[in-house]
């Protein structure tokens, strides 16, 4: 796990772009790719179709450029990022669907694609805690030999009575298994997990908990989504049929505060909140369309409440 950490009053919480300073640099800038073009969920092999909040496009955020060749995608996402930013560094983010439910042969070969491209100093795997097979450890620390190497687990939650709601297909303890297994066999290997707030039923001790069970595991860095409706998802129809209400942005924000309230400082923070990339598929709610707005919103509300990150954790526990 890295060493570096947010000391309070500097910021809220350790951003990840501090994290890739400190290990780069300089500012690093992730491109979004896809690989896969499925996951197990969406094939049948859970016993279902689809998780409710999932859209035709797997969480990608750039669909326009899904269907274009893996070297196309990410020379076109450096060029347009380096002309609005100037950037120099780069991490290829196989964003798309479950990246590692595809054949270990045209893993490798895409991360050698990524690793072609000046300025690319590593690449990150979304995945499922569900799809880590035995294969991918040894192709994780071969890549780690020469390059930076993440992994970001879709965990959601770590309550199970949420995650059969959501109709995820694997366990909080498949979740918790899977970290320990990477941890162990790839101990440089940079583990992240998503999370996503506004449950029915969740509570702030659901939260609290949630970040508990991070520092137990001993994640390198959290991605903080907020439930949001997008247009055809089993999401939708629950909505419509008035059966889920998202949650409200104030409420969404003291979560996030007493999240990181309980969360060790070690652990970087990709984002507080989550934008619709989106706008024509978002159904609910609006707030969801405003990236900096709400990103300020939640900066305020962590300062007006006095939360920040590490607040109430205690490292003998």
């Known amino acids: 796990m890295q060493e570096a950490s947010f000391k309070p009053p500097e910021r809220p919480y350790f951003a990840i772009s501090d994290f890739y300073k400190q290990k780069f640099g300089e500012k690093v800038f992730k491109v979004p790719v896809a690989l896969a073009g499925d996951c197990p969920n969406r094939m049948g092999l859970k016993g279902m179709k689809t998780c409710i909040f999932c859209d035709e496009h797997g969480s990608f955020a750039y ?47 895409a991360f050698d694609v990524a690793l072609e491209f000046d300025g690319v100093v590593g690449v990150v795997i979304g995945t499922r805690p569900d799809c880590l097979s035995p294969a991918l450890f040894d192709v994780f620390n071969e890549y780690l030999q020469k390059t930076f190497v993440a992994i970001e687990l879709g965990v959601q939650s770590f309550d199970n009575k949420q995650l059969d709601w959501m109709r995820r297909g694997h366990s909080s303890e498949d979740a918790k298994k899977s970290v320990a297994k990477l941890k162990e066999n790839c101990p440089d290997l940079n583990i992240g997990i998503h999370l996503m707030f506004g449950w029915p039923g969740e509570t702030l001790d659901d939260v609290a908990r949630s970040a508990e069970i991070c520092n137990e595991l001993g994640v390198d860095n959290v991605k903080l989504h907020n439930l949001h409706v997008l247009k055809n998802t089993p999401l939708q129809e629950m909505f419509d049929r008035k059966e889920f209400k998202p949650v409200d942005k104030s409420e969404y924000f003291e979560m996030v505060g007493v999240f990181l309230d309980h969360l060790s400082p070690r652990i970087a923070v990709h984002r507080l909140v989550a934008i619709a990339s989106r706008w024509d598929e978002l159904v609910a709610p609006q707030w969801t369309r405003h990236k900096m707005t709400n990103y300020q919103h939640a900066i305020d509300h962590l300062n007006q409440n006095q939360h920040y990150q590490g607040k109430v954790f205690d490292e003998t526990l």
Request: hydrophobic share 35%; aromatic share 12%; net charge positive.
């Open 63 to 109: 669909p326009q450029n899904q269907e274009k060749a893996l070297r196309e995608q990410i020379g076109l996402h450096m060029e347009r990022v380096s002309e609005r930013f100037n950037s120099k560094k780069f991490l290829v983010y196989f964003q798309a669907y479950t990246t590692t439910f595809t054949a270990v042969k045209k893993l490798k070969e």
